[in-house]
Antibody
């Protein structure tokens, strides 16, 4: 049974970089498609981006609205994947979830518990 | 971009009664539609995929129907533990998956 756990700072200053990590257990990180999804009261659930392993490399796909500020990476040795969002503003305040899909064209059947990230000085 | 519209925003149903939640897509998503249940303080949980297939471990009182642009989630006999927000999600055009705004189900 795959389990996910987010970690990272809960408070980030405006204009700085938000960095989160998701630890994967109970399954191979190379066998799934891993996404970050965020949730705000005003906009609901918003897909941020995903990463997956193909030909031994991490391949990424990002939301067009965040692509210019976003980077995702994967560390197979640690069974973790990460998110880095640059130049954050208050609009990036949200609960961030990591989630997994067993197939490229399938919804999210594994979710972390979520981590609240607040952007504030 | 496909827009997903859920209705109603809030639904109040008595225990044992049927609850019917709707989700409409601004263009066809075929059967690439999922429903999630989110209880307070928890992550969403996959209920239905392929518009009508229950995910593993989901009780039979949950059923999904529809295709194209109109979809329905039905809870046949509402239990107290079903109080939650229900989200629909289209995954027709990965990676641009879109969620609806959610329906809050109350007893």
């Amino acid at each position: 049974h795959v389990q996910l756990q987010e970690s990272g700072p809960g408070l980030v200053k405006p204009s700085e970089t938000l960095s989160l990590t998701c630890s994967v257990s109970g399954g191979s990180i190379s066998s799934y498609y891993w996404s970050w999804i965020r949730q705000t009261a005003g906009k609901g659930l918003e897909w941020v981006g995903r990463i997956y392993i193909t030909e031994n490399k991490g391949r990424t796909e990002y939301s067009p609205s965040l692509e210019s500020r976003l980077a995702m990476s994967v560390d197979t040795s640690e069974s973790q994947f990460s998110l880095s969002l640059r130049s954050v503003t208050a609009a990036d305040t949200a609960v961030y979830y990591c989630a997994g899909s067993w197939s490229a064209y399938y919804p999210f059947d594994y979710w972390g518990q979520g981590i609240q990230v607040t952007v504030s000085s | 971009e496909i827009v997903m519209t859920q209705s109603p925003a809030t639904l109040s149903v008595s225990p044992g009664e049927r609850a019917t939640l709707s989700c409409r897509a601004s263009q066809s998503v075929s059967s690439n539609l999922a429903w999630y249940q989110q209880k307070p303080g928890q992550a969403p949980r996959l209920l239905i995929y392929g518009a009508s297939t229950r995910a593993t471990g989901i009780p039979a009182r949950f059923s999904g129907s529809g295709s194209g642009t109109e979809f329905t989630l039905t809870i046949s006999s509402l239990q107290s533990e079903d109080v939650a927000v229900y989200h629909c999600q289209q995954y027709y055009n990965w990676p641009s998956v879109i969620f609806g705004q959610g329906t809050k189900l109350e007893i």
